[in-house]
C-alpha cells in the first residue's frame, strides 16, 4: 500500500540521534523542523564555555570512538563546518598501584609486544574484529539484520555474547586481563553476563583502528558541524521549546522522537494506544552516573608516567576489582573502590585550558538515582594511581545523577547510556513492533537511545529511524 510522503517533519530532541535523523530526513529532500528544549543543540554533546573563564569543559560525552568511526558521520561533510578529531598519543592507559601500567596503544602490535605473554593472546582475539570492522559496522551500529560480511558478523557475534569473564579467561597476565575489564566495563553491565564481552571487543578495536578521538575545542563543535549540515540542507532548529504534547507542533505529517521512552509516552498520549506506551513506560534504563571535572594547577602525578600521555584512562586496578565494583552497581549499591573512566582532554587538546593549567574529568557507575555524594571515593580512587593528585585541584564540578537529568532529561536517574543492554533488547529493543523505530501511529517513530544499536555518539538509532520513516511512507 502506497503511502504520501509527509511534506513537514518535525524532530523532538536535538542530540546526536535526533540531528542524524533530521539530516537524512532532510537529505530526502523532507521540509525538518528540529526542537529542543535546551537553549542550544547537542544533547550530551554540550561544552561549558562560560562558567569558568578561559576553560571548555564537556559536560558529558567527552572521547568519540564511536562517531569517529559512525557509517552515518563519516559520510556527512563535518570538516567543512569546523569538526576536526584529535588522537592523543596513546588511545587508553589502565594503571596499577605496582608495577608498569596496561597501555593499548593504536597499533594492536605495538599493543601486543608490550602485554608480554598475552601478546599472542591479544592479537589473536582482536586481529579478526579489527580486520573486519569496517564491514562490521553497519550491521553492529543498528537493528539486527545481515549485514555486507555475513561471516564476519557471525564471528563477531560467537565472541560478542559471551560474557567478559569468558574472554578474559584467555588470558593469564594482571595487565592483560585488567586491560579488557575496563574495555567491558563500559556496557554498564556485570562482567560476567552475555553481551559484556562484546563492548570490550568494539572498544578496543575501534582504538586500534581509528583511535579514541576528541573532537578539537571542545564535544560541542561535534553538534555544531551537525547543525551546519541540517542548515546547509534546508532543515531548521528551534530551541528553548519544550514539547509535552505532540498538538504543540501543528499535528505534523511525520515525526520522530529522540527522548526517553517515559517522556515519548506523555507526549503521545492519545496519539498511541495505552499498552503500545505502557512498553515506554517500563523501559529497562540502565544505571546512573556520578561524575567529577577538576581543574589542576599541574598535569597529574601519575605513578607510571606513560599514563601522561593517555587521553583516557581506566582506573580500577585487576579483573576481578572491575568485575566486583560493576556487580555492586547492579545490585544498588555504590562501591567503596568504583571504577572510573576517566579523561585528560588537555593532553591532546592543550587549547582547552589557559597555559600551565590542565582539566581532568572521572565519572562511575551508580544505581539509577543514587544520591549518594561519590566525590570522595572517586578522588581516593585517581589517587591511588596519582599520589599529591589532590594537591593539584583547583577547582571541581561535580554532576550528581540528579544533575544529569536536570542537564538533559533524556537522562533520567543519571542514565546516560539509555537502554540497559541484554540479549532481548538487543534483539529487538523495547520496543515490540515490526521496527524497533516504529509505532502503531505511522506517522510518529522513536530514535533516541532506546533504540537499536543503544546508547554511545554514533547517530545511528537517529539514521536508521529516519530511514525506516522513508521506507514506510513510499512502500509499506
Not at 533530521?22 to 537529505?27: F, N, P, V, Y
Not at 539484520?145 to 593469564?172: E, K, N, S, W
Not at 589517587?383 to 594537591?391: L, Q, W
Request: include cysteine; hydrophobic fraction near 40%.
Amino acid at each position: 500500500m502506497k503511502h504520501r510522503i509527509p511534506q513537514d517533519v518535525s524532530v523532538i530532541g536535538a542530540g546526536p540521534n535526533g540531528l542524524a535523523a533530521a539530516i537524512r530526513l532532510a537529505q530526502a529532500g523532507l521540509a525538518v523542523r528540529v526542537v529542543e528544549a535546551a537553549s542550544e543543540i547537542g544533547g550530551g554533546l554540550r561544552s561549558d564555555r562560560d562558567s569558568l573563564k578561559g576553560y571548555v569543559i564537556d559536560h558529558c560525552a567527552s572521547v568519540f570512538p564511536l562517531a569517529a568511526a559512525s557509517p552515518f558521520f563519516t559520510e556527512l561533510p563535518l570538516e567543512q563546518h569546523g569538526l576536526r578529531w584529535l588522537n592523543p598519543a596513546v588511545p587508553l592507559a589502565h594503571p596499577f598501584d605496582d608495577g608498569p601500567a596496561a597501555i593499548l596503544h593504536k597499533s594492536l602490535d605495538d599493543t601486543a609486544s608490550t602485554l608480554g605473554p598475552d601478546g599472542p593472546a591479544w592479537r589473536a582475539l582482536f586481529d579478526p574484529t579489527v580486520r573486519d570492522l569496517p564491514s562490521l559496522l553497519p550491521s553492529i551500529l543498528g537493528p539486527p539484520r545481515p549485514g555486507p560480511d555475513p561471516v564476519a558478523a557471525i564471528r563477531f557475534a560467537g565472541l560478542g555474547f559471551l560474557p567478559a569473564t569468558t574472554l578474559a579467561g584467555r588470558f593469564t597476565t594482571r595487565a592483560a586481563r585488567g586491560l579488557f575489564a575496563g574495555l567491558a566495563a563500559h556496557a554498564f553491565l556485570r562482567l560476567d553476563r552475555p553481551l559484556s564481552g562484546a563492548i570490550g571487543l568494539l572498544l578496543g578495536a575501534l582504538a586500534h583502528e581509528a583511535g579514541w578521538p576528541l573532537a578539537a575545542g571542545g564535544a560541542f563543535r561535534l553538534a555544531e558541524a551537525l547543525g551546519g549540515v541540517l542548515a546547509d540542507l534546508g532543515g531548521r532548529v528551534e530551541t528553548d521549546i519544550t514539547v509535552t504534547s505532540l498538538h504543540q507542533l501543528g499535528r505534523p505529517g511525520l515525526t520522530l522522537l529522540d527522548i526517553d521512552p517515559m517522556q515519548s509516552s506523555t507526549i503521545c498520549e492519545g496519539e498511541l494506544p495505552q499498552r503500545f506506551r505502557r512498553t515506554w513506560e517500563r523501559f529497562p534504563f540502565g544505571p546512573g552516573s556520578f561524575k567529577v571535572d577538576f581543574v589542576l594547577d599541574g598535569p597529574v602525578p601519575w605513578l607510571d608516567p606513560e599514563c601522561a600521555n593517555a587521553g583516557t584512562l581506566h582506573l580500577g586496578g585487576s579483573f576481578e576489582e572491575i568485575a566486583f565494583a560493576e556487580a555492586e552497581v547492579l545490585a544498588g549499591r555504590c562501591p567503596e573502590r568504583p571504577f572510573l573512566i576517566a579523561g585528560q582532554p588537555t593532553v591532546a587538546d592543550p587549547g582547552r585550558a589557559p597555559a600551565g593549567k590542565h582539566l581532568f574529568w572521572a565519572y562511575c557507575h551508580v544505581p539509577r538515582g543514587a544520591s549518594f555524594d561519590m566525590t570522595g571515593r572517586i578522588e581516593a580512587q585517581i589517587a591511588r594511581f596519582a599520589p599529591g593528585f589532590r594537591d593539584r585541584i583547583e577547582h571541581r564540578i561535580v554532576t550528581s545523577p540528579s544533575a544529569f537529568e536536570v542537564f538533559n532529561p533524556a537522562f533520567p536517574g543519571g542514565s546516560i547510556g539509555g537502554l540497559l543492554p541484554s540479549i532481548r533488547t538487543t534483539l529487538g529493543s523495547a520496543n515490540p513492533a515490526r521496527s524497533p523505530y516504529s509505532t502503531p501511529n505511522p506517522g510518529i517513530y522513536l530514535c533516541s537511545s532506546a533504540t537499536p544499536p543503544g546508547g554511545g555518539v554514533h547517530g545511528m538509532a537517529g539514521y536508521h529511524a529516519a530511514d525506516s520513516a522513508l521506507r514506510r511512507f513510499r512502500v509499506r
